[in-house]
Nanobody
Framework: HVQLVESGGGLVQAGDSLRLSCAAP????????MGWFRQAPGKEREFVAA????????YNVDLVKGRFTISKDNAKSTVSLQMNSLEPEDTAVYFC?????????????????WGRGTQVTVSS
């Protein structure tokens, strides 16, 4: 059973950057599609970005607007989300998740394992 642990959240000001990290069991990121989702209070969980086991990435373009970058380190078995030019609307709990390869990466139902999330708060 894959266990995922997010870190790197915090309180920042609008325009600042944060780098989220997701620690996965050894070699997990080599086998699974890894994704980031977020959920703001009172809102549905929404897809942010995903990276396949071979490396191609997918983004929620309307949400990311070119500000976020997903990457992974196979040797360290970590997945990162670099977030730049943060806006108050980015305030949410950010979740790391793993999906079987070949599953649609932009839908939460594809992901079978989830971390507990890390809080990101952006003040104006």
């Amino acid at each position: 059973h894959v266990q995922l642990v997010e870190s790197g959240g915090g309180l920042v000001q609008a325009g600042d950057s944060l780098r989220l990290s997701c620690a996965a069991p050894p070699r997990a990121v080599m086998w699974y599609t890894m994704g980031w989702f977020r959920q703001a209070p009172g809102k549905e969980r929404e897809f942010v970005a995903a990276i396949s086991r071979s490396g191609p990435t997918v983004y929620n373009v309307d949400l990311v607007k070119g500000r976020f970058t997903i990457s992974k380190d196979n040797a360290k078995s970590t997945v990162s989300l670099q977030m730049n030019s943060l806006e108050p609307e980015d305030t949410a709990v950010y979740f790391c998740a793993a999906a079987q390869p070949g599953s649609p990466s932009g839908v939460a139902e594809s992901y079978t394992t989830w971390g507990r999330g890390t809080q990101v708060t952006v003040s104006s």
